[in-house]
């Protein structure tokens, strides 16, 4: 299973998945940005994890579908930081 970065949606999320499908690309059989309309896109559990965040921009799951991290949008539109996340869930 793929590291999924599913993007919350905000104003911004075109914003963030073209951002972080260029860090996906650069391993793409471990890595995949999921957008709420796509089919794999987990909606309970995405709901879930961002009850209680604030500007939530997305979420990112580990290979088994857990969630590994939060990201509100701020940090979603921050490349290092989208790479360290795809990074630490292939880890996790």
Known sequence: MLIRF???PSP???EIAELARGFAAM???ARRVVLA???D???VRIAAAIADVKNPGAVV???SG???R???VGDACNGGLVDLAFAEARLA
């Open 6 to 8: 599913c993007v919350v």
């Open 37 to 39: 309309d796509d089919e």
């Open 12 to 14: 911004r999320a075109m």
């Open 70 to 72: 939060v990201l509100d």
């Open 66 to 68: 857990d969630v590994f």
């Open 41 to 43: 896109y987990p909606v």
């Open 61 to 63: 799951l580990t290979r």
């Open 27 to 29: 391993d793409p059989n």
